[in-house]
């Protein structure tokens, strides 16, 4: 006779101890891959997180010290250009715009032969024994005897001592140059000249005077 405290009853609508078992290892083992799934994943990140704070610190500091640097270096770098004169693009890289100024021209004075006085000065306009003439610094007078006589010019006052030349015949010309500012006054000395006729003249031969203002 079979002990009633040792036969294990199976109702059909409730699953077996086996089966039972089976589906919960299966659940355990899917629930055990997803663990170590997430478990890697969080491996990983671990790792990159590391990596940011091992390299990217460094890197962003040095990036900062570089960024500093260069500011620095551009507070305290300074860069000369050249100047330039120029008037614009199309005049070519340097251009002036200072005008030239262009020298006065020279002023032309003669001594002629004339019946009364022997000799005078004369511009094309007048014919004087004193001439005034107005020039400007730098400017240059030529002066030509005409005369049957020989001239020599001779400074009488002035701000500087010109060089003058020897007697002048006839058709020989002198230039002066008057380069610094003042008035300047001259005479002439008449010798004469030989071979020349003899002409006559009506009264006193003129003293021949002249006084070049320049400013």
């Not at 140059?177 to 003042?182: V, Y």
Request: hydrophobic fraction near 45%; include cysteine.
């Amino acid at each position: 006779m079979e002990n009633p405290s040792s036969v294990i009853r199976v109702r059909p609508d409730v699953p077996s101890l086996a089966a039972s078992y089976g589906q919960i290892n299966n659940n355990d083992a899917i629930s055990t891959g997803e663990v170590a799934e997430m478990k890697g994943v969080k491996t990983l990140g671990v790792g990159l997180a590391v990596l940011t704070v091992l390299f990217g610190v460094p890197t962003a500091a040095f990036a900062l010290l570089l960024t500093v640097g260069q500011g620095s270096n551009a507070k305290t770098t300074t860069v000369s250009m050249p100047q330039m004169q120029s008037g614009g693009m199309g005049g070519g890289m340097i251009a002036s715009n200072q005008t030239a100024t262009t020298p006065a021209a020279a002023v032309d004075l003669a001594i002629i032969h004339v019946q009364k006085g022997c000799h005078v000065w004369s511009n094309g306009t007048s014919q004087v024994p004193t001439m005034r003439l107005m020039l400007k610094a730098g400017q240059m007078l030529q002066v030509m005897n005409q005369d049957l006589d020989m001239h020599r010019m001779m400074e009488v006052a002035g701000p500087t001592q010109m060089m003058l030349g020897g007697p002048m015949k006839q058709g020989q010309t002198q230039a002066l140059t008057f380069t610094k500012p003042g008035v300047y006054r001259f005479m002439t000395k008449v010798s004469p000249m030989a071979g020349m006729p003899d002409v006559a003249t009506s009264g006193a031969d003129n003293s021949l005077r002249l006084m070049v203002t320049v400013a």
